[in-house]
């Protein structure tokens, strides 16, 4: 057994963050669910940049866009639905078998979107009607913004993977917002067994920036992320406990699990299964990139049941030791935020591009 499908018997859901058209055809995602235990997949618009720029597998249907008079905007959505359609397919059978627990195919709304309140709603609530299955998340980035878009599109009844979480001030509200849209969706009358939602909390980034305040030599360096999900785990486990979750738990409603997001290192002195390793707990995601995919499959991850649970009070003081460092954490994960929304939007404009030229090259 790789070490993929072990974290699931650990109490944690590994989900792959790739979606590429040759992946679906050619049976690595099928094999993926079948022989590592990949229980959902989780896209934003750099992993479909980068898939429409390979090229691999879509020049036919975007010849056919062309042939409908479709703009270049519509011609990607019309790409990213397709594939996100195909993927939630192969994952039906997880989210049959674990009754809506998983399997589950998240799809971003449009980065252009991300301080656009109403304009999120609708791009969510078209989005979710046009892909029409069960298994698909609207992923809606946890800016001020969007936590309103976030309680209504739960509000709705559809289903959200809450992205770009960075501190534990926004996951606090991005709580908020599930709970209070899941009192109105019970309420109106619905069953909330319907709805799931995730809240992707993201790791590596959060390293990468408060190393680059640090000296090189600091003992701080390379702790700062682990210890900000530590601590955001533990506010998971306080805020869905007590009258207020009980109430609507009884109701049959689901937990929104922390799932930790840009786990793979990007600083090559670090294990390569660092937010992995450190990050295991139950009720949680962990999203895998191909590179941790590839660690894991050979057996070389150090997997510990409940490490997300250990060394809580040292994570409050690896924070308490960056102020007196002086580094502002607070600015530091107000800086990553704004920077994830920048290059996810980006990577959405590249992605028009990449299809512009390729239109033209296969016209």
Known sequence: ??????????????????????????????????????????????????AMAAGEGYDSELAQCARDGLSIEDSYWQL???????????????YDSSAGGD??????????????TKGTIAQAANLFKRLNRPNVMIKIPAT?????????????????????????????????????????FVADGGDPKTVASVASFFVSRVDTETDRRLP???PLRGKAAVAN??????????????????ALAAAGARLQRPLWASTSTKNPAYS??????????????????????????????????GAIEENVEAAEAVLADLAKAGVDFSDVT????????????????????????????IA
């Open 144 to 184: 001020l913004e969007g936590l309103p878009a976030i309680e209504a599109n739960i509000g709705a009844g559809i289903n959200t993977n809450v992205t770009l979480i960075f501190s534990l001030e926004r996951h606090d509200a991005v709580i908020d917002a599930y709970l209070n849209g899941l009192e109105k």
């Open 334 to 361: 107000k800086t990553v935020e704004k920077e994830g929304v920048a290059s996810f939007a980006a990577s959405f404009h590249d992605a028009f591009a990449t299809l512009e030229k390729r239109r033209k090259e």
């Open 1 to 50: 057994m790789s070490d993929v499908a072990r974290l699931h018997e650990f109490g944690q859901s590994p989900w792959y963050d790739n979606l590429a058209r040759v992946l679906l055809t050619g049976g690595g995602l099928a094999n993926l669910i079948a022989n590592d235990g990949i229980r959902g997949v989780t896209s934003n618009p750099t992993i479909f940049e980068k």
């Open 103 to 116: 399997g589950y195919v998240s799809v971003e709304v449009s980065p252009d979107l991300a301080h656009d």
């Open 272 to 305: 390569p299964t660092l937010y992995v390793d450190e990050l295991i707990g139950p009720d949680t995601v962990n999203t895998l990139a191909p590179a941790s995919i590839e660690v894991l499959q050979k057996g070389d991850g150090n997997l510990s049941a």
């Open 80 to 94: 990213v639905v397709a594939d996100v359609g195909v993927a939630a397919d192969l994952l039906r059978p997880v």
């Open 216 to 218: 090189d030599d600091s």
């Open 229 to 246: 999900a530590k601590l955001a785990y533990r506010l998971f486990r306080n805020r869905f406990s007590g009258p207020r979750w009980e």
